[in-house]
């Protein structure tokens, strides 16, 4: 196994999933990319890592859209153990609407995940090695994401899980999945709560255009979640 994430449920393995990503952007970025009506009130942060809570986007019925704080892993809505989140980190797109855990909130309850970039570790004869992935630009983006309400407990709990597809040709040579990045132009198709028809969201779930990422690698700063610091992306020499 490769080096793990610590968090309050469990040990994750960063090579096996999209389980580390970074928030960079000012928050006037993100409010003009997501079209928020203010800007959040958001600080940096450079390795976010599962259980934690994390920047989503949701569209009203009438079409506002909001940024919420969510946990990230999805607790089903009928779970009876919370514990279950710590496996629904992810969800492949391609399976997501014959899987007991994502049929409903694939129908209704859908978001945006706000990052700049994410990491994947690829496996060298050396071990692990990290990279980050960011837009061209480094613009904010948002990757394709589903939530949930548990109300089993002392207080209602919102939580996510990231969809992932199969890589495009930029992270193809690092590794063989990736999350799925929704483009600007399809965010009120993906975040409309009155679209219950899933066959037309399965454009949006394909992976990123080639030309939309680039990719470098990073020192195992980043393999520990407590590194939350710049440090995490900054390009090493292999």
Not at 50 to 68: E, F, K, M, Y
Not at 122 to 136: H, L
Not at 195 to 219: I, K, R
């Amino acid at each position: 196994m490769g080096r793990t994430a610590h968090c309050p449920y469990r040990v994750y393995s960063v090579v096996d999933m999209c389980g580390r990503y970074l928030i960079s952007a000012t928050p006037e970025a993100i409010a003009a990319r997501f079209g928020l009506a203010t800007a959040p009130d958001l600080s940096p942060r450079w390795n976010v890592a599962p259980s934690q809570n994390v920047p989503t986007i949701r569209s009203s019925r009438q079409g506002a859209r909001t940024l919420s704080m969510m946990q990230w892993g999805l607790i089903p809505h009928w779970a009876k153990d919370p514990s279950i989140g710590q496996r629904l980190i992810n969800a492949r797109s391609e399976t997501a609407a014959e899987k007991a855990s994502f049929r409903t909130p694939l129908k209704s309850h859908r978001c945006l995940i706000v990052t700049d970039g994410f990491y994947e570790w690829q496996r060298t004869d050396q071990g692990k090695q990290p990279w980050c992935i960011r837009a061209v630009d480094d613009v904010p983006f948002g990757l394709a994401a589903l939530w949930s309400c548990w109300r089993g407990g002392d207080a209602p709990v919102e939580t996510c899980t990231i969809l992932t597809t199969t890589p495009n040709a930029t992270v193809k040579p690092i590794h063989n999945r990736m999350p799925v990045i929704v483009s600007p132009e399809d965010y009120n198709l993906w975040l409309d709560p009155l679209n219950t028809d899933v066959g037309s969201l399965q454009n949006v779930l394909a992976p990123a255009a080639d030309d939309l990422l680039h990719a470098f690698p990073v020192s195992r700063h980043v393999n520990r979640p407590v590194n939350d610091d710049p440090a995490c992306i900054t390009p090493i020499d292999l």
